[in-house]
């Protein structure tokens, strides 16, 4: 058995494969770019390749379900039980649960766990700080009740509905304190040999990982969620979509993710794959800087505008199919998201909605990244702003450029992307609905947008612990947005991803850690 594994390492190394290589019956073999991964620490990892193996090599106390994401499934808990106070949390652990090196997860690994986040307070350790928690408070709000039974307590005014989606974040994954401990240098709670290492109880663990090429998992078959049907998962990075689609018909690949229109085109009618586009939590949308001039803080200009986004020409036409028109800020698939598109493309109802309003030779800057698809967006939107009457010049720069010069309200408006932190609708009416004036630095405080009313709806919507009445919170919040702010939400990409026609019981949801291998077969 040993031997195996250098074979299928040596396979997804070659430079060029045999045509029509089948891949090993027990291998699912996926080809992706995984040059963004630095870490696969839960508490580090926060690029696509990384949160895309979590569910895969961890486990939380609650998770979403795959086949229903908006409801949580115990996981490593069997149950839990809200405090008086709602304050707190009491989950009771899984009996008999162990990690992949056989150790058993103890209440002690969830303290250690979660506490190490907001102690190492690297990139998602935001997600877990909203419960007020600090590196010198966190070890007062974590208490092992007996063997089998551990407390949360947070000191945030959020109930325990919210608490439940936070601790469902990949952040949020029980590492084995044992093993993690047991390779520690310098008071790392084992963040660098976690880094290409796994210690979790998921239903595969990290066998081998090169980096920029290839990542190896292999079968846990001790899972607390029972065995996976696969024993290796096998990732190689191939930058190129064009390489990834043709592998893919050739049979040398089992998945091929992250493909551009022209190879979801290309493969259409192909017989032996299935291609899937699937939505994802990213929205595209233009967002005024309503100080950089008069015309811009006018409601009128929002309004117009809205009218000026040729939706369906760009969704369907120009980028063929990798976005769907989407006009609220809750993603289709959220908790709460309104999936109603009450704009259309009409420059002549813009006209008079600028003219009643003695809007004339109205004319912005639009800073844009020069990637596409965002430079791609921005020049239809200057064609289809010209029959509006609104001349738009694009500046067009380095993404980390234009970022900085947002942060700096030093632009007039902007076309750009927000991907969800998490699985609940607060990570987007946190950047869309509120602007707390203490320095964050929100949507709304990029747009110099003050909105009290609208940052104590974000924030009632956090403390509210019936679901029907979140709902109704956040749905409330995205009309208003929708009718009257700064923002023209037009688009939702879509995840384009190819399988071989012969997998079986592959899942992937809306958000990037929502990739399920375990139940896969071939």
Do not use: C
């Not at 770019?33 to 949160?51: C, K, M, Q």
């Not at 979660?114 to 208490?143: C, Y």
């Not at 309200?409 to 609905?433: S, V």
């Not at 939702?492 to 997998?503: E, T, Y």
């Amino acid at each position: 058995m040993k031997s195996f594994y250098p074979s299928i390492i040596a396979l997804a190394l070659t430079a060029s494969w045999a045509a029509h290589a089948a891949t090993p019956p027990d291998t699912l073999v996926i080809a992706q770019s995984i040059d963004d991964a630095s870490s696969f620490d839960p508490a580090e990892g926060f690029e696509l390749t990384s949160v895309q193996a979590f569910t895969n090599l961890y486990q939380r106390l609650v998770q979403s379900d795959p086949q229903n994401p908006t409801d949580l499934k115990p996981t490593l808990a069997t149950s839990w039980q809200p405090g008086s106070d709602n304050r707190s949390l009491t989950f009771a652990l899984r009996d008999g649960a162990k990690f992949a090196s056989g150790n058993p997860v103890r209440p002690e690994d969830v303290i250690f766990s979660l506490g190490r986040v907001v102690k190492l307070n690297l990139d998602p350790s935001f997600i877990m700080t909203q419960l007020g928690w600090t590196k010198d408070n966190v070890d007062a709000q974590l208490k092992k009740v007996d063997a089998t039974h551990v407390q949360i307590s947070w000191t945030a005014d959020v109930s325990p509905t919210y608490v439940l989606s936070l601790l469902a974040a990949p952040v949020s994954s029980i590492v084995d304190e044992k093993t993690a401990m047991a390779n520690a240098k310098n008071n790392d709670f084992g963040n660098k040999w976690l880094a290409v290492h796994s210690a979790g109880s998921g239903p595969f663990q990290i066998r081998k990982y090169i980096p920029h090429e290839v990542v190896l998992l292999s079968a846990n078959p001790t899972s607390p969620g029972g065995a996976p049907k696969l024993k290796n998962v096998l990732i190689k990075n191939v930058p190129e979509p064009a390489t990834r689609r043709l592998l893919l018909e050739q049979g040398d690949v089992d998945i091929a993710r992250n493909l551009g229109a022209d190879q979801m085109a290309g493969l259409k009618g192909k017989p032996g794959v299935k291609p899937m586009a699937i939505p994802m939590a990213s929205l595209y949308y233009m967002q005024f800087n309503i100080d950089a001039n008069p015309a811009l803080k006018n409601p009128a200009l929002w309004e117009a505008s809205r009218y000026l986004f040729d939706y369906k020409g760009i969704a369907d036409d120009l980028l063929k199919g990798q976005f769907q028109v989407h006009q609220s800020f809750l993603p289709e698939g959220f908790l709460g998201a309104l999936n109603d598109n009450p704009f259309s493309y009409d420059p002549e109802k813009a006209k008079a909605i600028l003219k009643k309003a003695g809007l004339n030779n109205v004319s912005f800057k639009l800073s844009v990244s020069n990637q596409p698809p965002y430079l791609d967006i921005a020049q239809a939107l200057q064609a289809s702003f010209a029959k509006g009457g609104i001349k738009v010049e694009l500046i067009p720069g380095l993404s980390s450029e234009i970022a900085t010069s947002v942060k700096a309200h030093k632009y007039e408006a902007t076309l750009n992307a927000w991907g969800a932190d998490y699985f609940d609708p607060n990570t987007n009416a946190a950047a869309f609905a509120y602007n707390p004036e203490d320095g964050s630095k929100t949507l709304a405080w990029r747009s110099n947008w003050h909105i009290p009313e609208l940052n104590k709806q974000t924030l009632a919507a956090t403390a509210e612990s019936d679901k029907a009445k979140r709902v109704e919170l956040y749905q409330n919040m995205q009309r208003e947005i929708q009718k009257n702010s700064p923002y023209v939400v037009g688009l939702q990409a879509r995840n384009l991803i190819a399988l071989r026609d012969n997998l079986k019981g592959y899942v992937q949801g809306i958000n990037p850690d929502m990739v399920y291998y375990s139940q896969v077969t071939k």
